[in-house]
């Protein structure tokens, strides 16, 4: 086995030569390359496809004896500094490509179809296997510098690929959000570095933790300096992960492709987060401030994460929020220090969040034939209803995705939440009393979205028929507040307009449709983005149209995450009972650090198990019952308004429940405010900074020279008048001076 | 050592070809587009070819010297020899020149003059990274002026006239300091002018002496570099220029700065060095933070692109301050990295300007549908400006930070301070250089002017890009290519401080 090591630098630039060969062809060659477009799918999907066989191996290989390899080659030599390329494959590093490749061949197929309509069809291509190749260095990297180069890169390919649609000003604010965000945390991860650096003079990963450990042993070094990088460190996690206070790019980064945000929510950018934290546990578990820290900063993300998602009418953004707030039980089970149970979490959520973006990708595909490319309409759930007619196999695969992430048990995302769950009793009755009220808030919001896009019946119509966006309109079938009832009757009045309509599809409007969406120039196509009017008119028209399932290529991937959502728990669950840690992921992971266990007998106890796993379970039904309650299709919506009254008797209650409601429908909608108070506090003083340096440069540092130019040209022109050759005024100024002489002598 | 004078050779050659274009007759205009890239390439040649057989890279002493007395009665030599720390700028002067002149093709107007003067210029430009004689320096450095003066004046946009008179006021003020410096040291202690580098390094003043001739240089060096506050010329030089002077002007003769501070101010001055290395350092750091903010501001694509320049140099000035030896290998390798990366962005923000005739960013955008391979381009390049790993921006500016970490001079608290300043500027160059691309490209917008057509780049844009990319990418894979020019002359220069 010991030649799979040492191919293994390999693993990265296997899928090289797709970016490459497209880039080039495209430049060079563009009609050519263009014309060949699926040519180039297939060799992307298969290179992959051997980085994963590659990978598997690698893995069955870590099973038997996990053993860690690291080969280095020295990169640049100086007289003081040499800088060192090289692999490094532990177990953590075989999970992280396993998970990697696998959802990454599976977006690839189904970004197949998904983009086939697309201009930029291989640009996606290439920008994808990017993508997946600089996940793939990441985690293959040995040393600090090399997880620097390859976090920018992950870094920059998200930028290229949420700002994929760059005729959209939205994307194109959005990917820059996204980079600079990004950039921020990078500045703290290169700081740490340095940092770290400087008091330790290694960069390679075990000789700093053997050097730091060491140190605070013999308690040789300032415990603020390590404590200050490692938080530097930790901030460039924070980042990719989008971690409380710099999050606010991963709602916006929807604006990219679909199949990008799976890309990115499962597999590649917010998992380098999780995996920098990971990676750097030995340095981080000598400190426990900042494990503190990360457990805190999970948790506090966690909860903004599950309250945001609460009311967003964007299904994608919607998505994003959920795994942003997965995103901080992962932090909080690595702050507690069970990093089994995070790389746990990780694995599930990946499958479960992949699933359920491509899901919402061909939610959205057959939505966008009914409503055109808009996201703001495609994308918007207010809209949606009642699919479950139209997309019956993508609903069956959403509903698994949504019972995974809600965490009911034959599930995968069960398995690892229950687990995280379960330690954060043993850490801190608070964390654990927030964490597990939280599980019940995802199945809240997951569950809203199952119901707002599958039950009932399809809303597009109503918008349509009330020709414009009203806000109240969203307010109502989200919350039921105060015009329920007229709106109710107009309603009653619509649904049987609607169904009157629906018979009478004419075929003419489907090909208009058709023939826009298949219309290759691109300025028609933005022209639908922008041009709302030049759509107003056939709004009644493109009501008639029902949406339809994907195709087959995207189904396909969509049934294969099904499986593995279904049978992915199995690596984490011990099967028998009297061998301890007889599951596949102990065994990868056992040398590892575990705090919780240290003391506890480290024993599969069932029945303690059981009891926390109905506990969690009846949290989560708690959860989906409340869905059910404000959700409930439309049609029954009468009686809903009816229970509502029940349960609340008194009017006061009602005033206050509808005043929490609504702070809290506002504060979600708005996305906790954060973004204004960034726009406020940070972008504001930063564009009074340029002003007053752009002023100060143009005035003061400009003025100076252009000052002493101006004085210096007057004087000249003063001196040539004085100057000017008239015997009669020298003769004057001479008798002058000469008077002037004498009457001072005198 | 070798009889045949390679370097005057290749000084020469590029003036002695460029006048010979004066004799052409007039019409012939693609007759001279072509004599000149010629010219300019088999210098390129000549030189690599004379690196390639007749320079050792592991010798740190300066080879392939010549000696020819030119003045008598004071001892003035034309004596040149290069080291490794000249070697690279000498290469990228080739490269860029040739670059350069194959951008101008379109330009038409006076076309012999305007090849003429950039030959000179090429000339000039050796001349000065090559000579071993300080008053040559000085000459090849004042030489060099002249046809950036012309080039400005004759060819630029509508302020070009106020742009050229402030480069020549800035400059030729500055070259009063240079000439006074180069007056005192040589006459300092002997009845005989030493004009000789090799006796200079030896030679050595009282503090106070060695203070004010460090300023002197300082000054000369700091507007050619530039260091703020002596930048302002830059941005509206760069901003009226055609963009071949401008890739000139960004690529190589901000490095001859860069190149006099090391060459002068630390291998001849290394006492007075290391007392104002700090506030090197200190106006360093400020300069990237402050030019990158002030870049921000800016409506000018140009100018904004200039600022970058300026913010870019605070890294060179942080390498030479630092007084390490990674540190001054980060700055030597800034040197070539940003010779290539200013370059190519000026270079395709004319080529852009062609095109668009539009010179504000916010009369730009959507420009990414009709010209696609610029927009390709301009994006690898963005990245590389915002360092970028994989690119040699980022390369040049890690070991700059690095060097200053393992700097044993300064102090602890300074050491983070500064650190954490120059970090900042890593916030602030993606947000500049990707409102840039937000601006220029992103969005969509209808372009019905009449007289607004476009094209995409051409072939020889599209070569100009490339070869330009491809030492940028190389760079930043392996730089043990720029360390193995000049990692033994830096710690020559660097056993002076111990």
Redesign the interface.
């Known amino acids: 086995m010991e030649y799979t090591h040492q191919y293994s630098w390999i693993i990265p630039f296997i899928p090289l030569p797709v970016p490459m060969l497209i880039g080039m062809g495209l430049i060079l060659f563009p009609t050519a390359t263009k014309n060949l477009r699926r040519m180039w799918a297939f060799p992307s999907i298969f290179l992959l496809t051997i980085v994963m066989i590659f990978s598997v191996d690698l893995s069955t290989h870590q099973i038997n004896n996990s053993s860690i390899y690291e080969y280095v080659w020295s990169w640049t030599i100086n007289n003081d500094l040499s800088l060192e390329f090289g692999y490094f494959i532990d177990s953590l590093t075989s999970i992280m490509s396993i998970l990697i490749t696998t959802v990454g061949i599976l977006v690839l197929i189904y970004s197949d179809n998904y983009m086939s309509h697309d201009q930029g069809y291989l640009r996606f291509f290439a920008y994808m296997t990017l993508f997946n190749i600089s996940m793939l260095g990441l985690v293959t990297s040995s040393n600090f510098i090399q997880i620097y180069v390859f976090w920018e890169l992950v870094g920059m390919s998200s930028y290229l690929l949420i700002g994929f649609w760059f005729t959209r000003p939205i994307a194109a604010n959005a990917c820059q959000k996204a980079f600079v965000t990004n950039r921020v945390g990078d500045f703290g991860l290169l700081l740490g570095i340095l940092g770290l650096y400087w008091i330790t003079g290694s960069l390679e990963f075990r000789d700093l933790f053997q050097i730091i450990n060491n140190l605070i042993y013999k308690n040789e070094v300032n415990l603020f300096f390590v404590t200050l990088f490692a938080l530097l460190l930790f901030c460039g996690a924070v980042a990719k992960s989008a971690q409380f206070p710099l999050h606010v790019w991963l709602p916006d980064a929807m604006e990219g492709p679909t199949p990008i945000s799976a890309l990115i929510h499962a597999a590649t950018m917010v998992a380098a987060g999780i995996f920098l934290v990971a990676r750097l546990l030995p340095l981080f578990i000598v400190l426990p401030a900042i494990m503190n820290g990360i457990a805190f900063i999970g948790i506090i993300t966690v909860v903004l994460g599950a309250t945001l998602a609460i009311a967003q009418k964007d299904i994608k953004k919607n998505l994003a929020y959920s795994t942003m707030s997965q995103l901080g039980y992962m932090m909080l089970a690595l702050g507690m220090g069970s990093y089994r149970a995070a790389l746990f979490h990780l694995i599930t959520h990946a499958y479960s969040k992949a699933l359920l973006f491509l899901g919402s990708g061909s939610i959205i595909h057959s939505m966008e034939a009914v409503v055109g490319y808009s996201p703001a309409k495609s994308q918007n759930m207010v809209l949606m209803g009642g699919l479950t007619k139209h997309v019956p196999i993508t609903k069956t695969c959403f509903l698994v995705g949504t019972l995974s992430l809600c965490g009911l048990p034959p599930f995968a995302c069960f398995w690892s939440k229950d687990e995280i769950l379960n330690d954060s009793w043993l850490y801190s009755p608070i964390f654990a009393i927030i964490a597990c009220s939280t599980a019940g808030l995802t199945a809240f919001y997951m569950f809203r979205i199952y119901l707002l896009v599958f039950e009932g019946y399809l809303n597009v119509h109503f918008l349509n028929f009330n020709g414009k966006k009203n806000s109240s309109f969203y307010s109502i079938s989200l919350w039921g507040k105060k015009q329920v009832k007229q709106k109710l009757k107009n309603k009653k009045f619509l649904l049987a307009f609607l169904r009157m309509n629906n018979k009478e599809i004419t075929s003419f409007f489907i090909r208009k449709i058709y023939s826009h969406r298949i219309n290759k120039n691109v300025k028609n196509i933005t022209r639908l983005f922008f041009d709302t009017p030049h759509f107003g008119n056939k709004k009644t028209a493109t009501a008639c149209l029902s949406p339809n399932e994907s195709d087959n290529t995207m189904l396909f991937s969509m049934v294969v995450l099904v499986l593995f959502t279904l049978f992915v728990g199995g690596v984490g669950i011990s099967f028998s009972q009297k061998e301890i840690d007889s599951d596949i992921l102990s065994k990868l992971l056992i040398p590892f650090i575990d705090l919780l266990h240290k003391n506890s007998q480290h024993f599969v106890d069932w029945y303690e198990f059981l009891i926390n796993a109905t506990f969690s379970v009846v949290l989560t039904f708690f959860g989906i019952f409340f869905a059910y309650f404000f959700y409930k299709p439309v049609y029954s919506y009468l009686q809903n308004l009816n229970l509502l009254n029940l349960f609340e008797k008194s009017v006061l209650n009602k005033i206050i429940a509808n005043n929490f409601i609504n702070v809290l429908y506002n504060w979600s909608y708005n996305r906790g405010y954060i973004d204004v108070l960034y726009e406020i506090s940070l972008i504001a003083s930063v564009r009074k900074l340029v002003k007053l340096n752009y002023f100060f440069d143009k005035k003061i540092i400009d003025g100076i020279p252009n000052g002493i130019g101006i004085t210096s040209f007057f004087l000249g022109e003063a001196i040539k008048y004085v100057g000017g050759g008239r015997i009669s005024s020298y003769i004057f100024l001479y008798i002058l001076y000469v008077l002037i002489f004498i009457v001072i002598w005198y | 050592m070798n009889s045949f004078p390679w370097l005057t050779t290749v000084v020469v050659l590029p003036i002695v070809g460029g006048s010979l274009i004066l004799l052409f007759p007039h019409k012939g205009n693609k007759v001279i587009k072509w004599y000149t890239i010629c010219i300019c390439l088999m210098d390129l040649l000549l030189t690599a070819y004379v690196f390639c057989y007749h320079f050792e890279l592991d010798d740190p002493l300066i080879q392939l010297t010549e000696n020819y007395k030119w003045i008598n009665f004071f001892d003035f030599y034309w004596r040149f020899g290069i080291d490794g720390l000249s070697l690279g700028p000498i290469l990228l002067t080739g490269f860029i020149t040739t670059l350069a002149t194959l951008a101008a093709q379109p330009v038409t107007r006076e076309s012999q003059l305007f090849y003429f003067l950039m030959l000179a210029m090429y000339s000039g430009q050796i001349g000065t990274f090559s000579s071993r004689d300080i008053l040559l320096f000085f000459i090849m450095w004042e030489f060099e002026l002249i046809p950036v003066y012309l080039l400005l004046s004759m060819w630029g946009g509508k302020k070009r006239l106020y742009s050229a008179?402030?480069f020549i006021?800035?400059t030729a003020g500055s070259s009063v300091f240079l000439l006074l410096g180069i007056m005192g040291m040589s006459l300092y202690s002997s009845t005989e002018p030493t004009l000789n580098f090799e006796l200079l390094t030896n030679q050595s003043y009282p503090l106070a002496l060695e203070i004010i001739f460090y300023m002197g240089f300082l000054i000369a060096f700091a507007v050619k570099s530039p260091i703020?506050?002596l930048?302002?010329w830059l941005p509206d030089t760069h901003g009226e220029a055609h963009y071949s002077t401008c890739m000139l002007l960004a690529g190589i003769l901000l490095k001859m700065g860069a190149y006099g501070l090391v060459r002068i101010n630390m291998e001849l001055l290394s006492r007075a060095h290391s007392l104002f290395c700090p506030w090197l350092m200190l106006l360093g750091s400020i300069q990237i933070i402050?030019a990158a903010?002030?870049s921000?501001?800016?409506r000018n694509l140009k100018k904004r692109i200039a600022y970058s320049s300026v913010s870019h140099m605070g890294f060179l000035i942080l390498g030479i301050g630092s007084i390490?030896?990674?540190g001054l290998?980060g700055a030597i390798l800034q040197i070539i990295s940003h010779g290539f990366i200013g370059a190519a962005l000026f270079f395709l923000a004319g080529t852009s300007y062609d095109r668009l005739r539009l010179l504000y960013l916010d009369e730009m955008g959507?420009m990414?549908?009709p010209m696609?391979?610029i927009f390709?381009?301009f994006?690898l390049l963005s990245?590389a400006s915002l360092a970028?790993?994989?690119m040699s921006g980022?390369?040049a500016e890690?070991?700059v930070?690095?060097g200053i970490?393992?700097s044993q001079k300064y102090l602890l608290i300074t050491?983070?301070l500064i650190?954490?300043v120059t970090?900042?500027g890593?916030?602030l160059t993606?947000?500049y250089s990707?409102?840039i691309l937000?601006q220029m490209?992103?969005?969509?917008k209808l372009f019905n002017t009449p007289n607004s057509y476009f094209f995409d780049s051409g072939p020889r844009e599209?070569f100009i890009s490339?070869s330009i990319l491809i030492p940028i990418i190389s760079i930043g894979i392996y730089?043990?290519f720029i360390?193995s020019f000049s990692?033994d002359k830096v710690?020559a220069i660097l056993s002076n401080f111990l």
């Open positions: 008179t402030k006021l800035y703020i506050p930048h302002t402050y903010s002030t921000l501001g800016q390490s030896d990674t290998n959507g990414a549908i696609p391979k390709t381009v994006t990245m970028l790993p994989g980022f390369i890690l070991i930070l690095l970490i393992t050491k983070i650190t954490f970090a900042i890593m916030i993606p947000i990707l409102s937000r490209f992103y969005g969509y599209l490339i730089p043990d360390f990692a710690e």
